[in-house]
């Protein structure tokens, strides 16, 4: 029948990691509810533009929504007290230092609730071992101040979250964050939802179809990100 979405499927964790077409979901786009956080069915998830996000109590719980939100490097807005924060230096920016320790903390201190659940950190790490996620750490004076981690599926990068102990570390991390990975070869950067926050960062919203359109070619190609060497790479300043 025209017009009718199909409701999410259930999955059982033995069943094989493959998900449904997204564009045959609704705009809230939860496409399957179940089954396990293997690396398999983690990766079968994000190369059909899926992720995984529920809380804990709760069985797994697949997304795809229509918008998706992007950033990119042309897109990537950055402010003026942002700059002088970059300008002035005084931290230091490493890639996969301490992957788990990161995703730990972009899961506390939340009092509306977290994702980033002990299940989640375990399964993400799992993939961080493998190669297939990847974290930026900022630090000061030796301490972990900002961080961010995500998933990378060929030259999809899928950012997840991002945490902050001082003020715009997180905002350093995500800039860095852009810059090296479209430098290293990266072409779409996932970052699942706008927020007010992302959206003064650039933050754009493009049609789900569109979004799997642009995935199913970023996500064949080869890009290795082991290796990255962090760093800051500015937009020119708007006038």
């Known amino acids: 029948m025209r017009g009718v979405r199909r409701q999410p499927v259930f999955l059982r964790a033995e069943d094989p990691p493959r998900f449904p077409d997204p564009n045959l979901y609704d705009r809230d786009g939860l496409v399957a509810i179940g089954g396990d956080l293997g690396s398999a069915r983690l990766l079968a998830a994000y190369r059909s533009g899926v992720f995984p996000w529920y809380g804990e109590g709760y069985v797994p719980m697949?997304?795809?929504?229509d918008p998706r939100a992007l950033l990119s490097p042309a897109a990537l807005h950055v402010g003026r007290s942002l700059r002088r924060v970059l300008a002035r230096g005084g931290f230091e920016l490493t890639w996969n230092r301490c992957f788990s320790r990161v995703m730990t903390e972009?899961?506390?201190r939340r009092p509306e609730g977290t994702w980033v659940i002990p299940e989640m950190i375990a399964a993400y790490t799992r993939l961080h071992e493998r190669g297939h996620a990847h974290s930026l750490e900022v630090w000061q004076d030796g301490e972990l101040v900002g961080g961010t981690y995500g998933v990378q599926v060929g030259a999809l990068?899928?950012?997840?979250?991002?945490?902050?102990?001082?003020p715009d570390m997180s905002k350093v991390a995500l800039?860095?964050?852009v810059g090296s990975?479209?430098?290293?070869?990266i072409e779409l950067f996932d970052v699942q939802f706008t927020t007010p926050h992302l959206l003064g960062l650039g933050a754009f919203e493009v049609p789900r179809a569109q979004y799997l359109a642009r995935l199913a070619s970023a996500r064949e190609r080869l890009v290795d990100l082991r290796r990255l060497v962090p760093?800051?790479?500015?937009?020119p300043a708007s006038a």
């Open 231 to 235: 760093r800051i790479v500015l937009p």
């Open 106 to 108: 972009c899961g506390r």
């Open 157 to 166: 990068f899928a950012a997840e979250s991002k945490f902050h102990r001082r």
């Open 181 to 185: 990975v479209f430098a290293a070869g």
């Open 62 to 65: 697949w997304w795809s929504p």
């Open 175 to 177: 800039v860095a964050l």
